[in-house]
């Protein structure tokens, strides 16, 4: 007899052992342990209730949801108040979409808890479990409408149209090819036999109520008959509005009858089985497994029909965890095991490899159903591999004697999941290679191998499926796209164009009111057809030749939809082409505003959300971004998917994914700014700020006429400040009853004017600035009319039109305050380390005063206003320069510049100031006569131009083949950083900061210390002047660290010199300590 004490010991320690493997994510072996334990104990207890709901904690982490239902009902037997196991049971019906179930667990799990004096914990569960109420039913609510859309939910008109009944009138006329590649008439044909022979016995089913409970009469074989038909194909389900009620009063009965597992998953089957083989024997067994497996097959198959995507996956793969373990656990059992003959149909066949295949043929395109099939742990090679296990496997299997009494069994079986399995192979490389064209709008050698790649997948697939099935043409015509794309020419094209021509009439005398065909899934078919006429058209006049690729017009210039635009405005596919225009030059406050002008014309548009999410995504607006995600899966039908809306909605499912990965993207540390506050320091920390400091010295610098940055910090710092101070001025009133926003409207424009002076003026003095901030933009933005969509092509646009409306009054502030937002939006993504989302509004305001300057050349200053004077384009264009080099130097595989693109940037900027000097223009009359505004507009443009060109000639030197490039290119470096540096005034931080880079690459290339040495010497008599001003700057932990170590190697080599150990023509590197 087992000692109760010892049990508990053993149970306890195998409790322990599967935490900790719970804890490492072992959750397989954590599963087996709580599996001891279990069976360690015959009593329940709180203990073995536990066991429970940790096992099913297991079961929801490797995402078995049926299994995680049976063992946390098993829990809440025991103990109904266990609140965790209330959770699982919860979540596990979610997940397999059992709303009602779903939502009776969240509320015992809130039942569970007390009613009052609930601790801190429990009322953060109390509202957590009412959040989950919330949304199971926002989800139960969006199903329900699934459904009610769905294709299965009518009453199909004109059966006598329908394809098994055109099918049988050819059969009957003898018209139907047999042989080895039957017509797709008997497939559909002997579908529809099995599947009507079930609806027909469940109509006839007798249900009987007495003392409110309801007895069923009905056939035992009605899931097998309509299993059967639907794995035969698809296609031949029909249903009327009685069905849903009747299957699950059929499912119910012949579950009861034959002892089927109705709550549990496959661990549940495993384990139950061997005990019922013992007391019962096979044919008992054999039913129950039969329905079971059945049940979950029904399941499947309407659930990924009507939107219940990951439940239609979970119960397809249920059945086949199941007839594996069967087909591997009771390998050598017969079949027949004196089953009689009226039952065996349906018991004994769930085992045959022709059934398994069935069903993992089925289970292979409920994964291409998916909307999140990330949410699954299916990726594009997991499918892959399904479609090639499922190839491989029927090419190796022998065909049943069953073949040839049943004509159309053959290509059920055999030929079908072959097909299925090819057209998924082409649909992975389709998605491979529109990923790329999406992205870039061209095509490198890769995407072209992807698309012939998939293309020769497809006419596979088309030439195994019978000449007569409508998915012959339409895989010719999903081919003939992949060639396109690809770039064939017409003699490769034009064959396939051909063969869909061949093949339509054929296909219409069965498939004519398929669902295909009644909801124009195959207009790619058409299309071909109609490209076919149009180039043999224009072959016979001589415009097209054989040996060029032709493809149906797409992308067009942004230019040439935005001429379509003024002729239809109200076209969705205009304005989502011209978004894909922008996003390819990765414009994307236009392509946004494009996109969404798009899906306001056509909501459901998924392409349009797409390219919304995109632009979002380059924008860093993540809640729209992935708003738009989600809108635009759901726009794809959730059902009988055409292999273009395959490709396109994993594609919006990859771009999702993306997104999620880029929001998730750690910035590294030093690419964001440290932006000085007065909550870091308090009063004391902004007086060590460097306009503070600069204030000191002032006068001093006035007096006797010094070159110092303290002139430009202290400009650019009381104007900020005069922004800052005015946006603080700015309230919220209720004026007769509404809420009204009074202020003064120029405070963006003080603060951006202070950052293109000085970008280091920039200060936030606490933690409600950045929310003060958003309230003045939404403010002035409101009071000036400025555009709050789009970028600079809808601005170029608009304007003109607004200009004539309403005169410069109004516009030209609305353009002024425009940029001055996208100035400002631009030094906040960068100072966060979005160098990317900085670029695009830097160029943005760039593309719109250039745009301006030309179009309103000779237009007053006065109306048009400052922002296109020559001074401020400039300073505009310096940080636009600067956030390029910023975004090349991340290595962004998403950035569209090249380090020759910043450098000839550079260039320009160095040559415009030659050309625009002091003396040549008369802009400066507008200007305070402040010293700071000539730095500001010459000195430090100069400056920063020189030491961008220093960035590009050292980063050149790392990638150049020869050593000579290399020396050429460090020369060059050196030379243009100690040129910065000495543009800058001597006590800037800059000074100190570029000459030590210098320093840098002279001593990488060996430079003598007679020539190192002076540098050094330099750097240390400027540092005093500049600690005196810039100590406590955002960058004085980089600056510092450098010229600490020029300090060091200085006086190494020093003493190097004293000791004799060196000598003035030495080659020293760096000094590691």
Request: hydrophobic share 40%.
């Amino acid at each position: 007899m087992n000692n109760p004490a010892s049990t508990e010991s053993m149970m306890e320690r195998l409790k322990a052992e599967g935490n900790a493997l719970f804890g490492d994510g072992d959750y397989r072996a954590a599963y087996e342990k709580y599996s001891e334990a279990i069976r360690e104990t015959s009593h329940s207890s709180r203990e073995v209730a536990i066991l429970y709901a940790n096992r099913a904690a297991c079961c929801l982490s490797m995402k078995e949801y049926m299994d995680a239902v049976h063992d946390g009902k098993k829990a809440t037997n025991i103990d109904p108040t266990y609140v965790k196991a209330w959770v699982r049971v919860a979540t596990a019906f979610a997940k397999l979409e059992s709303w009602d179930q779903s939502r009776a667990a969240w509320e015992s799990a809130l039942s569970s808890l007390p009613t009052t004096d609930l601790s801190p914990a429990q009322v953060t569960l109390k509202t957590q479990f009412e959040t989950e109420l919330k949304t199971v039913n926002a989800a139960e609510t969006k199903s329900k409408a699934s459904v009610k859309g769905g294709k299965y939910t009518k009453v199909m008109a004109g059966t006598e149209n329908m394809p098994w009944s055109r099918a049988l009138a050819l059969a009957q006329d003898e018209k139907l090819v047999k042989g080895p590649v039957p017509s797709s008439g008997w497939v559909i044909l002997n579908a529809y036999r099995d599947f009507i022979r079930g609806m027909t016995n469940m109509q006839q089913m007798v249900v009987k109520s007495k003392k409110n409970k309801e007895s069923v009469q009905s056939s035992l074989s009605v899931l097998s008959d309509i299993t059967n038909g639907i794995l035969r194909d698809e296609r031949v389900f029909h249903a009327n509005g009685q069905f849903f009620d009747l299957l699950q009063k059929q499912t119910r009965y012949e579950a009861e009858l034959t002892g089927a597992w109705v709550s549990g998953g496959p661990k549940q089957v495993q384990d139950e089985v061997p005990k019922r083989l013992r007391a019962t024997g096979w044919l008992p067994v054999r039913r129950a497994l039969s329905v079971t497996v059945r049940i979950w097959i029904m399941r499947g198959f309407l659930d990924s029909n009507m939107g219940a995507l990951n439940g239609g996956v979970e119960f397809y793969k249920r059945a086949l965890d199941v007839l594996e373990w069967g087909r591997l656990m009771y390998p050598n059992v017969p079949i027949e095991v004196s089953a009689p003959l009226d039952v065996r149909h349906f018991d004994c066949a769930i085992f045959e490899a022709s059934f398994v295949r069935g069903v993992r043929r089925a289970f292979m395109n409920s994964v291409l159903y998916m909307k999140e099939a990330d949410a699954c742990g299916y990726t594009l090679d997991d499918i892959t591999q399904i479609a090639r296990n499922l190839k491989a496997e029927t090419e190796m299997s022998e065909g049943s004697p069953y073949c040839a009494l049943d004509t159309g069994f053959y290509a059920s079986f055999w030929i079908y999941p072959i097909a299925d399995a090819l057209s998924v192979l082409g649909w992975y490389h389709m998605q491979l290679g529109l990923r790329s064209v999406d992205a870039t709008n061209s095509l490198e050698s890769a995407s072209r191998d992807d698309f012939f790649e998939a293309a020769k997948y497809y006419i596979q697939s088309a030439e195994k499926y019978p000449e007569d099935d409508e998915k012959h043409p339409h895989m010719l015509a999903v081919a003939l796209e992949g060639l396109w794309w690809g770039g064939a020419p017409l003699r490769e094209t034009l064959p396939v164009c051909r063969n869909i021509r061949a093949t339509m009439p054929k296909v219409m005398k069965i498939w004519q009111n398929s669902s295909m065909f009644m909801n124009l899934r195959n207009a790619n078919c058409f299309e071909a057809i109609a490209f076919l006429k149009e180039a043999e058209e224009k072959l016979a006049e001589g415009v097209y030749s054989l040996d060029n690729a032709y493809m149906p017009a797409d992308m067009a210039a942004y230019e040439k939809y935005s001429e379509a635009i003024k002729e239809d405005s109200k076209n969705a596919v205009l304005y989502a082409n011209r978004a894909a225009t922008s996003l390819s030059m990765k414009e994307f406050l236009d392509a946004a505003n494009d996109a969404k002008e798009a899906t306001k014309l056509d909501p459901s548009y998924a392409k349009a959300w797409a390219r919304l999410a995109s632009a979002s995504q380059g924008l860093g607006v993540w809640d729209q971004c992935f708003s738009a995600w989600d809108t635009a899966l759901a726009c794809i039908p959730s059902q009988d998917l055409t292999d273009a809306q395959k490709a396109l909605q994993a594609q919006l499912q990859e771009g999702l994914k993306a997104s999620k990965a880029a929001q998730s993207k750690p910035v590294p540390r030093d690419r964001i700014v440290e932006i000085p506050t007065a909550g870091s320091g308090g009063r004391n920390a902004m007086n060590k700020m460097p306009w503070t400091r600069a204030a000191a010295m002032e006068k001093k610098i006035i007096a006797e006429d010094l070159d110092s940055s303290a002139i430009i910090i202290l400009y650019a710092s009381r104007t900020f400040e005069r922004g800052v101070k005015t946006m603080k001025t700015t309230v919220k009133k209720y004026i007769q009853g509404e809420l009204a926003v009074e202020g003064t409207p120029n405070a963006i424009e003080f603060m951006s004017s202070g950052i293109l002076i000085d970008r280091r003026c920039f200060y936030m003095d606490g933690r409600e600035w950045m929310n003060q901030y958003m309230e003045q933009v939404k403010f002035e933005g409101e009071y000036y009319q400025a555009w709050g969509k789009g970028g600079s092509k809808t601005v170029c646009d608009q304007a003109p039109g607004r200009l004539k409306k309403e005169g410069w009054s109004s516009v030209g502030p609305a353009i002024c305050m425009t940029v001055r937002l996208w100035i400002m939006q631009g030094f906040l993504m960068g100072s966060t380390g979005n160098q990317g989302l900085a670029t695009e509004h830097y160029r943005n305001a760039v593309a719109v005063i250039d745009w301006g300057r030309e179009k309103w050349k000779d237009v007053d200053r006065s109306l048009r206003g400052d922002i296109f004077d020559v001074t401020f384009r400039r300073s505009v264009n310096r940080l636009f320069i600067s956030a390029v080099m910023d975004w090349v130097d991340t290595n962004d595989p998403d950035c569209s510049y090249t380090p020759q693109d910043v450098a000839k940037l550079a260039q320009d900027l160095i040559k415009e100031l030659w050309h625009n000097t002091p003396e040549k223009i008369n802009e400066d009359q507008y200007h305070p006569r402040h010293a700071g505004f000539y730095e500001a507009s010459w000195t430090y443009p100069h400056a920063d131009a020189l030491g961008i060109l220093g960035w590009f000639h050292r980063r050149q030197a790392k990638t150049v083949k020869t050593a000579e490039d290399r020396e050429i290119h460090l020369t060059a470096a050196a030379r243009n950083y100690m040129e910065a540096s000495n543009t800058f005034p001597a006590d800037d931080e800059f000074n100190v900061l570029f000459k030590s880079i210098a320093l840098d690459i002279l001593r990488e290339q060996g430079t003598p210390l007679r020539q190192t040495l002076p540098i050094c010497k330099q750097i240390r008599k400027a540092i005093p002047a500049v600690l005196k001003i810039w100590e406590c700057s955002a960058m004085s932990k980089r600056r510092d660290t450098g010229i600490q170590e020029v300090i060091e190697w200085e006086y190494k080599c020093q003493q190097g010199l004293l000791a004799g150990t060196l000598t003035p023509a030495s080659k020293v590197g760096h000094h590691r300590s």
